[in-house]
């Protein structure tokens, strides 16, 4: 086996410390990271422990398969002091020994929570160790297959020298192929018939017959594993969190990365409520080990100027409630929005309706909430809390985290997780383009931002993810991709209240589907004449083409509000037009059931490309993201109707 259990953590780093050690004059350590919040959190962590004990090392951001090739031309291929690669949210779920050329010195250290994981890579290959979360250990049927399999093939490439080539590709195809297996359990070939060949005697033909059947038995099994869909394991930062645990150097700031982590899995539904509560409760235990008060141990009275403090709180699913005003926040809630119906005049009636009996000044409720009356702004939370079931909010709580930021308003781990996706999408050079809130403010200007007006495509994408991972221990660049996250959730919300209330959505047998911009349907003239405050020059829609973290948002918000809405509940595809590559940026989102994370719609994505000849491009990490070409957009939708 080639994984580490979740309770040796501590053994990986002390190889990576061991072999840094021997080339202390070299670079033998590379962090290589996806640009969303979980991979910064884990890379800010691990950095910080390098760091700790004089490791040099390199951050390498990629965004996806192209530039992981590319990054392996420049960087990794022929590196002799290179030892340890570490990979952050990226290369779990392909052969990742067969995607980069892997120095003879070197391993590969894969921490991703992407699902599922490709098996070579957990029980085949000794240069690439994968840091489990304790899902490997419990997957004991699957590894019996792979084993199985994996031993028969050798046999029987060892009993066959000119025809190996050709079993093995179609014996490999069910380990290595993903997410389009092809596995065939009636090859002529037997790997397990122990050499019985042509023998006509009842007790050969029956033992042939019972290894044809184990075989077919073990394939099925690894064909369940590729083809359950896609979903999430724990946050790459928890697992950098246990390690940290394990050789004894947790911080509150690790802490604090940890729980923003977990966040972003919650808020994009990608892990189960029971799995989020329990690693809650957790974080909640390991608070008290820390004081971040800045004063006497267990806290002080009152907030102080080094105040750095986390506490446990339940937090409203209202978004970014503490920085703009309380009608704003529940106005642009998706989840207000998705209950309220408030695409319809009645359910803004219905909003308003609230607000009245809550008995909310109109003056105070479009104050920013924390300018509000202190004693409205404590009755506020307990009004709504009654009131919220009468208007089907029943689930307005959730338990999350806040941390106290000195004098300076805290932010929760939820405020968080919008400020960096909304700064890994723009980054600096947008929000100084569009004066995002009126401010540009110097600690801007001076991170990584090019002349906005000569800035390359391919480089804008690095400039936002080094900002956003600035962001992460500095409250001012936060406050600012806070300002930002809500330019964009203004821009989600009044487009999926359009695409609803106008009737842009197609409903087939088997999906809803919706076209955004471009040729591919109807809906492109009605919401791309939208503007919103703020986003002066740009046209709304276009960001959806061109950020799979927004083209996600806007889905699901459109998901919840048929769910809330609609008797029959069908799976949603949602095409993007991007007119800088002439392209369909296409997403799939499952029927949302509760407790369900699964995601089948990277194999079907796969396979409708196949069907029609339709050139594929799924160069994003996650599996049900897909990139099609303009007059290919309408074929793959229709073939799409016959495998869903």
């Known amino acids: 086996m080639v994984f580490t259990q979740s309770s040796r953590l501590a053994s990986v780093y002390t190889r990576i410390k061991t072999d840094a050690a021997a080339l202390p004059n070299a670079n033998t350590v590379f962090i290589i990271a996806s640009p969303d919040p979980d991979s910064l959190c884990a890379c800010k962590m691990l950095s910080s422990l390098l760091k700790s004990d004089c490791i040099m090392h390199q951050i390498i951001p990629v965004s996806g398969y192209d530039h992981l090739a590319k990054t392996n031309r420049m960087k ?32 590969v250290y894969l921490i991703d929570s992407h699902r599922p994981l490709h098996l070579g890579s957990i029980y085949l290959y000794e240069q690439v160790n994968v840091l489990d979360d304790g899902e490997i250990e419990e997957m004991k049927d699957v590894e019996e297959a792979f084993q199985a399999i994996e031993m028969a093939d050798n046999a029987n490439a060892d009993s066959e020298e000119e025809g190996s080539d050709d079993s093995d590709e179609e014996a490999d195809g069910a380990v290595e192929q993903q997410p389009g297996l092809e596995l065939d359990g009636d090859d002529e070939e037997d790997p397990f018939n122990d050499g019985f060949g042509d023998d006509d005697t009842a007790d050969l033909r029956r033992k042939r017959a019972e290894s044809r059947r184990k075989r077919n038995g073990y394939l099925d099994i690894l064909r369940d594993y590729y083809e359950e869909g896609s979903y999430y394991g724990m946050s790459a930062s928890q697992i950098v969190y246990m390690m940290l645990n394990q050789v004894g150097k ?29 690693s809650a409760l957790s974080f909640r235990e390991d608070t008290t080990k820390f004081d971040l008060s800045g004063g006497a141990a267990g806290g002080s009275a009152g907030n102080g100027a080094d105040d750095r403090s986390i506490k446990c709180v339940e937090e ?37 309706n609230l607000m009245a009996r ?23 939370r307990q009004k709504l809390l009654n009131l919220g079931p009468s208007f089907n909010m029943t689930e307005l709580l959730f338990p999350s985290f806040v941390r106290q930021n000195g004098y300076k308003t805290a932010i929760s781990a939820s405020d968080q997780v919008y400020a960096i996706l909304a700064l890994l999408d723009c980054g600096a050079s947008w929000m100084r383009r569009h004066a995002v809130g009126g401010v540009v403010d110097e600690s801007v200007s001076e991170v990584k931002v090019g002349d906005s007006g000569t800035t390359n495509p391919e480089l804008e994408w690095v400039k936002n993810f080094y900002m956003a991972y600035d962001a992460l221990d500095s409250i001012d660049l936060l406050y600012h991709g806070i300002q930002l996250s809500m330019q964009f ?42 503007r919103s405050g703020g986003m002066v020059g740009e046209n709304d829609v276009s960001i959806f083409g061109k950020s799979v973290a927004l083209l996600n948002r806007l889905a699901v918000f459109l998901m919840e509000a048929y769910r809330e809405h609609k008797k029959k ?7 993007a037009f991007n007119e ?43 599996s049900s993201v897909a990139e099609i070409q303009r007059d290919d957009l309408v ?3 229709v073939s799409l109707q016959r495998l869903i």
């Open 250 to 278: 947790v911080t509150g700031d690790a802490l604090w990365l940890s729980i923003v982590a977990l966040t972003d899995q919650y808020l994009n539904d990608r892990i189960k409520m029971r799995a989020y509560k329990a």
């Open 76 to 107: 990794i291929e022929n590196n002799e002091d290179l030892r340890s690669i570490i990979m952050l949210n990226c290369g779990g779920v392909i052969d990742i020994a067969s995607t980069i050329s892997i120095p003879d010195r070197a391993t």
């Open 635 to 637: 074929s793959f939708v």
């Open 580 to 622: 800088d590559t002439e392209t369909h940026l296409v997403i799939g989102i499952p029927i949302l059931k509760r407790g369900e994370v699964k995601n089948q719609f990277g194999l079907a994505f796969l396979r409708a490309a196949q069907e029609t000849n339709v050139p594929f491009r799924s160069d994003a990490f996650d």
């Open 358 to 380: 809550m008995g909310l000044p109109q003056t105070q409720s479009h104050q920013p909430f924390n300018e509000m009356k202190r004693d409205i702004r404590t009755d506020v």
């Open 489 to 530: 959730q203004r821009v989600i919300v009044k487009t999926g209240i359009s695409i609803i209330e106008k009737g842009m959505t197609k409903t087939t047998n088997t999906f809803r589907f919706i076209s955004i911009g471009g040729v591919g349907g109807s809906s492109s003239n009605h919401v791309s004449s939208q």
């Open 569 to 575: 509940q069908l799976p949603l595809i949602v095409a």
């Open 316 to 352: 409203f699913r209202l978004m970014l409630m503490r920085h703009w005003s309380f009608y704003d926040c529940m106005f642009y809630s998706q989840y207000v929005a998705a209950r309220l119906g408030t695409w319809k005049e009645r359910g803004r009636q219905k909003l308003t």
